[in-house]
């Protein structure tokens, strides 16, 4: 078993859509970034990508790639999870928290849930997501940002790794 963690920030800006865990949700400002900008997404893949020891997000996905500009995160953790299977490795879990002062996310942490573990092929009780404010606090709790933070359990399955090894 191998434990990743994951962190992203993102600046709120008007003119852009606020995508967190594959999910729109109708706010006055949305996250700038080069893809869609989803924090929630993005920490999750960080978290994986650790887990597997294979280096960062924007190893796989860098920033002046064209093919990755407005690209959903949800297209990219595809890619991970395959990249999880080709390796041999299996998610089990992950644990996951937002942090913002507005908007309020519970509403939406359902489909968010439903979003990242289908892709990812686990259970729904496998994804957790949490949010939290920072009372007013840092760059987060005055409304410039939403950050977000991931743990995710990945285990070996070596029986899978030896078959793709022979697919090659």
């Given at each position: ?18 995508v967190i865990g594959g999910v729109e949700i ?143």
């Amino acid at each position: 078993m191998r434990i990743g963690f994951g962190y992203d920030v993102h600046k709120l800006v008007k003119g852009r859509k606020l995508v967190i865990g594959g999910v729109e949700i109708k706010f006055k400002k949305g996250l700038a970034g080069y893809s869609d900008a989803d924090v929630l997404v993005h920490a999750v893949i960080d978290s994986l990508i650790g887990a597997m020891g294979e280096h960062d997000i924007g190893f796989h996905f860098p920033a002046n790639d064209p093919r990755y500009k407005g690209i959903s995160s949800l297209l990219m953790l595809e890619k991970i999870s395959d990249l999880i299977r080709s390796k041999g490795y299996s998610v089990v879990n992950i644990d996951s928290t937002i942090v913002a002062e507005a908007p309020k996310f519970s509403p939406y942490a359902r489909e968010m849930r439903l979003n990242i573990s289908s892709v990812l092929g686990i259970p729904e009780n496998c994804v957790n997501i949490k949010s939290k404010t920072e009372e007013g606090l840092g760059f987060t709790g005055k409304g410039q940002g939403i950050a977000a933070y991931a743990v995710s359990l990945i285990e070996s399955n070596i029986l899978q790794y030896a078959t793709n090894l022979f697919k090659r």
